[in-house]
């Protein structure tokens, strides 16, 4: 095995992760749909109950930008509720796009890059970061992913951003030390690092939007979330 996987591994924690190496560790790999339909099940999040918070918010919006669709939990959802806009994804892991191309491919228009690499000349009227997309950044690649929201977002247009509001409780995590936490199994772990909400508030107004509610949540497996409802 890799030597700096050996190290993490066995210090899950340390701060020099970054968003890229969360996709060489894991959501790269084929196991990772697999582990994230299970990770769902277990936060109570495959119910979809964070998209029936928000979708008073975006139902009426003509385009839509899913970032980071992972297995398609999102879209499902979206048109289970018969959202009538354009959905489209961006997804930087091949096995997730995979998975969505297969289930959805009529219904989006996928994006198979990085996020922090999309290059588009729309602009959306919504764009959903969910279940801790901003918590798969580092701390000091936060900002830099505010911004690029900003700039993927129309004037007048809705960022919603989901995300643990502790890194206490989450079923799957094996180290709760500050704000980090870390997942590790057999021959896979990532990294998340849970902002504040003042640091979250901080990131996302410094890249020029405006909070227009916040809401905290708890799902069916009585953990506690919260949605940022931002605007541009
Ligand atoms: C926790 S999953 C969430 C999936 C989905 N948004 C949901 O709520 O069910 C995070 C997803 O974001 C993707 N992702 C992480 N970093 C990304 C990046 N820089 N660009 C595009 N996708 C990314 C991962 O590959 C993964 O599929």
Redesign the pocket.
């Known amino acids: 095995m890799d030597k700096s996987i050996v190290t993490a591994l066995s210090n899950p924690h340390i701060p020099c992760w970054t968003?890229a190496s969360?996709?060489e560790t894991f959501?790269g790999r084929e196991l990772s749909v697999r582990l994230?339909r299970k990770y769902?099940v277990e936060t109570g999040l495959d119910t979809g109950c964070d998209i029936d918070l928000i979708f008073p918010y975006i139902r009426r919006s003509s385009s839509l930008l899913?970032?980071?669709?992972?297995y398609g939990?999102?879209v499902r959802k979206l048109l289970e509720k018969n959202y009538q806009g354009e959905i489209n994804v961006?997804?930087?892991?091949r096995v997730?796009c995979r998975e969505l191309a297969e289930n959805f491919q009529s219904n989006i228009v996928l994006n198979e890059t990085?996020?922090?690499k999309f290059k588009t000349e729309k602009q959306f009227q919504s764009v959903l970061s969910?279940?801790?997309?901003v918590a798969?950044f580092s701390r000091e690649e936060q900002q830099a992913y505010a911004s690029l929201l900003f700039s993927c977002c129309a004037p007048g247009g809705l960022l919603i951003l989901d995300t643990a509001n502790s890194n206490k409780n989450l079923p799957h995590a094996i180290s709760t030390e500050k704000q980090y936490y870390s997942i590790v199994g057999d021959g896979f772990f990532f990294n998340g690092y849970i902002a504040e909400k003042d640091e979250i508030l901080l990131n996302f107004q410094k890249a020029g939007f405006a909070l227009l509610d916040y809401l905290e949540y708890v799902t069916n497996k009585s953990i506690c979330r919260r949605i940022f409802v931002f605007q541009k």
């Open positions: 968003n969360n996709q959501y994230l769902a899913e970032v980071g669709g992972g939990r999102v961006v997804e930087k892991s997730s990085d996020i922090l969910m279940w801790s997309g798969d």
